[in-house]
């Protein structure tokens, strides 16, 4: 696959690849290094493989990152960016007889991986932890797996009678169990949270996902390659530039197209406009559960004028019907861009500082939800998530793309953590963020901004991977197209909210009912993407 | 007095006094649905297809004799038909007040002969007089069956200070109890059906249904295969159709408001009328 060294491995070889890795990112893991996904495949002469996909550690000889104020410095290919540009690590194993050894005790953050490919793929994962349905609720049948054999996109929607999740059993005089949703209270997504708690603090939590699991990755099967752009869109709303681009770069890859330097400016801008309504959002949210109403309704209006000016640039409120395999689909006329931003820059600064001197808010944020840095790599926590809680990885810096390697800008991190760390992290991106949409549009130069020739060479295999720093974390497309390529076979989606959701229970538990609301806003998680 | 209050002060107003009162409505640049033209398709001539091959959504289509058609409540708004068209049939619009009562207004058959749209008489004097029970307020309970949260995120800017919602007698609710409609966005996931009926049986009657997005309406790009219905055809009854992907804040208070019967629907036969 495009991008990636590649490693046949034969079942028995898995758990030793696993301790390697683990000896290879040490006891004091690497912020860069990371098992990413596991998905299964089934591509080649009718077989199925199952696919690992790892980010490269950064070399042993590679001298530490420097402290203090250049630490954050984005210059790409110097020391600062750690690992850039090294292919990722995948590993391609075919399971013997649907069975392989589960590497979740390992590598913890593949749980969810393995437990996918069990509900979609029938496959078994000897000695995994926790082999209880996840994709798939409990009640719906099992046999056939919807993905197993050939993927049939017009299967009818399953038949099912809806039965209670499995959950451990909690036992104890006063503890109260409160099932919530999934039909929740006010404008939200669909899911199902469980508490155990006493009085206010909470025992355990389960969140039950995927009651919004639409099939999108079986939906990619046999559509054209321009049209599966429109599909990467709606995949996640409110990231509908991020699925795109990561969408299109792994299919450039695997053709071995490069979009034309326009294209790549153009993207960066349409990705920091995406970044920037949904960080604004998300604090007007989160000031919502700590009760400020004004500081709620502002964030809200901040969001919806950047709305309005995507609306403008791009003839879309969510900077949809752009991004395509080989560039954009048309043109844009940025110049007023600048002024536009100009009016409200000061607006948004103001709000800010505002928000970073309210005690109130402050006391609600400050030591709620902790995430320790072991956990947050462990359990594979992305994005500002985890660069609240120290893990200092933005891929827009240590595997540029786009043209991210012609700007500069920092990557926030934080040692705390808790909602606070998290809240702040959002905040300095979104200065970032302006500040890279300006220096973007000074080097943006009249030209072409599609171009469907092959540059590079493209991959023998048809195999592509892309990646994209989205506003929630790193989103990973891997791509197999048809031997024609011209249509796609297989679309594997690592998107960012599916590995948060996997952390956030670690959060809730031993926490208290009153937190819950600001913690969960705190993460800013989507549950569409998650649920794909 | 608190200071985010004062600074709340000062900011003055934010709302648009749209729709009530001339103003912007904030959709500058919007690109709605793509309008078609059957007069320049010569597609039952030269057997053109182009327009049916880029859909994502199969929201177009061509018949034996070769006239096209399109089915606006499975339109994604994608635009490729606009971009693949040679004669220019298919062309950029800023339409995107798609709400109807009937779903059928929802299809351009092109040159075949267009249905005359069928006023709902019979059920509009019943209607007017379950309206005025509810004087000028409407409480709203949204169901997620499934969306990609595009609608949802809409459906959260109507409560922002620029459209501010709550001035037009429009509320969200979380309880179905105190709903008298339901709002659905996505194709409705074999997992949400259930809690989907639910909800719907819990609201007290009269009660009203409506479908918001181009997969509620239809399925759309994610309708169909083992995890998904095809929106909200067979499952509910739906009272306004409003397809969009998704459809922009100002569509979904033009929607709201023709459930009241305080705005006209301005989609007949497939053919947007402008205002």
Known sequence: ?532 | MPVWTWFGLQKGRATTPWPEHPGPDGQEGVLGLPRFDAARCSSAQTGCTDCVAACPASAISANAAGAVRVDYARCVGCQLCTEVCPEGAFTVSHDWAFGVRDKADLVNRGNAIVPTATPQTANEAELAQELKAFGKSLHIRHVDAGSCNGCESELQALLNPFYNLHRLGLFFTPSPRFADLLLVTGPVTAAMREPLLRTYEAMPQPRWVMAVGTCATSGGVSGGGYACHQGLQGILPVDVWLPGCPPNPAALIEALLLLLRRRSQRVHGGQYESA
């Open chain 1, 1 to 532: 696959m495009r991008h990636c060294d590649t490693a046949r491995l034969d079942p028995p070889d898995l758990l030793p690849a696993a301790d390697g890795l683990l000896t290879e990112l040490g006891d004091s893991p690497s912020a860069h290094g990371r098992m990413q996904m596991a998905y299964a495949c089934g591509c080649a002469e009718g077989g199925m493989d199952v696919i690992y996909i790892s980010s490269a550690p950064t070399p042993p000889q590679a001298s530490p990152a420097p402290q203090g104020s250049e630490r954050t410095l984005g210059r790409p290919g110097g020391l600062l960016s750690q690992g850039a540009n090294r292919p990722y690590k995948l590993w391609r194993v075919r399971p013997d007889s649907h069975t392989l050894p589960s590497l979740a005790n390992k590598l913890p953050l593949l749980g969810w991986y393995e437990r996918e490919m069990m509900d979609l793929y029938g496959l078994r994962f000897d000695g995994h932890p926790e082999p209880n349905p996840l994709v798939l609720h409990e009640g719906m049948p099992r046999e056939p797996a919807p993905l197993a054999a050939h993927f049939d996109v017009n299967a009818a929607a399953l038949d099912f009678s809806p039965q209670p999740p499995i959950v451990p059993q909690v036992l104890g005089p006063d503890i109260q169990r409160l099932p919530f949703g999934p039909v929740r209270a006010d404008i939200v997504e669909s899911a199902q949270f469980l508490f155990f708690y006493i009085g206010e603090g909470i025992l355990h939590y389960h969140p039950r996902l995927f009651y919004k699991h639409r099939a999108m990755e079986a939906r990619f099967q046999g559509v054209a390659l321009a049209a599966g752009a429109v599909l990467a869109e709606r995949v996640s709303g409110i990231d509908s530039v991020a699925h795109a681009l990561a969408y299109a770069q792994a299919v450039e890859g695997a053709m071995g197209w490069r979009a034309p330097a326009r294209a790549r400016y153009l993207r960066v801008i349409l990705a920091e406009l995406e970044r920037l309504y949904n960080h604004l959002h998300y604090l007007g949210h989160l000031s919502k559960t700590t009760t400020l109403k004004v500081g709620e309704a502002e964030g809200h209006l901040l969001e919806e004028r950047i709305k309005q000016i995507n609306a403008r640039l791009t003839g879309s409120r969510f900077l949809r019907g752009l991004v395509t395999p080989g560039g954009l689909r048309r043109d844009l006329d940025i110049s007023g861009l600048d002024k536009a931003l100009d009016a409200i820059n000061d607006e948004i600064d103001r709000y800010l500082v505002r928000l970073e001197s309210t005690r109130s808010h402050l006391d609600r944020l400050m030591a709620t939800g902790i995430l320790p840095r072991q956990v947050a790599f462990d359990q594979g926590a992305t994005g500002p998530i985890e660069r609240a809680s120290d893990l200092d990885r933005d891929l827009r810096r240590d595997h540029p793309y786009a043209h991210y390697e012609k700007v500069r800008f920092s990557i926030p991190v934080q040692q705390g953590g808790d909602a606070h760390a998290r809240s702040l992290v959002r905040m300095e991106e979104i200065r970032e963020s302006l500040a890279i949409i300006r220096q973007t549009i000074g080097r943006t130069k009249p030209g072409d901004v599609l171009r469907l020739d092959v540059m590079e060479d493209p991959d023998p295999q048809g195999e592509g991977l892309g990646w994209v720093e989205a506003a929630r974390g790193g989103l990973l497309y891997a791509v197999h197209l048809s031997e024609d390529r011209t249509r796609l076979l297989r679309v594997k989606i690592k998107e960012p909210s599916f590995s948060n959701w996997r952390v956030f229970p670690f959060t809730v538990e031993d926490s208290n009912m009153m937190d819950y609301a600001i913690n969960e806003a705190s993460f800013g998680l989507s549950i569409a993407g998650a649920d794909r």
